[in-house]
């Protein structure tokens, strides 16, 4: 699929990208869409384990995934879906306290569903979204 322009950000991303055989975003027109991305250090590939900093840190993953594909990040998400384990209302608090602060003028489309098991044996948050980037 050549017409598409895929992108992986660095660090943790390249890493990903080697070891998984897959892109961080993929950019469809003036679409910016992420693969699920965890609450680990960009840098170092470390997830934390507490819940809140594990999720603020995938915040902050989505961010750079999306300024590294060109987007201008959170304020042009408008679609996410999160996939937790477990699904409680200490990661659903998390949830709403970081899209407030990541998009405090508007409120996404979000999708949140609880799973047994993510990609790694220590993640218990995964967001995937979708951004309008009209470039």
């Known amino acids: 699929m050549s017409h598409l322009e895929y992108s992986v950000y ?13 892109s961080s975003a993929v950019r ?4 910016v869409e992420l693969s699920g991305m965890g609450g680990w ?3 170092t590939g470390e997830i934390y384990r507490e819940i809140n ?6 915040f902050e993953v989505v961010q750079l995934a999306l300024t590294t594909a060109g987007s201008k990040g959170w304020e042009q998400v408008y679609r996410i879906n999160s996939y937790h384990v ?3 209302n200490e990661a659903l608090e998390a949830m709403v306290r970081n899209m407030r ?10 999708t949140c569903v609880g799973v047994s098991r993510l990609g790694q ?13 009209p470039k």
């Open 86 to 88: 477990p699904l409680n």
């Open 10 to 22: 660095p660090g943790t991303g390249e890493e990903h990208a080697r070891r998984f055989n897959y």
């Open 101 to 110: 602060k990541w998009m405090p003028n508007h409120k996404p489309l979000w």
């Open 41 to 43: 250090n960009p840098e």
């Open 53 to 58: 900093k594990q999720i603020d840190q995938a």
């Open 28 to 31: 469809i027109g003036d679409r």
């Open 121 to 133: 044996d220590d993640m218990r948050v995964e967001i995937e979204v979708v951004a309008h980037d």
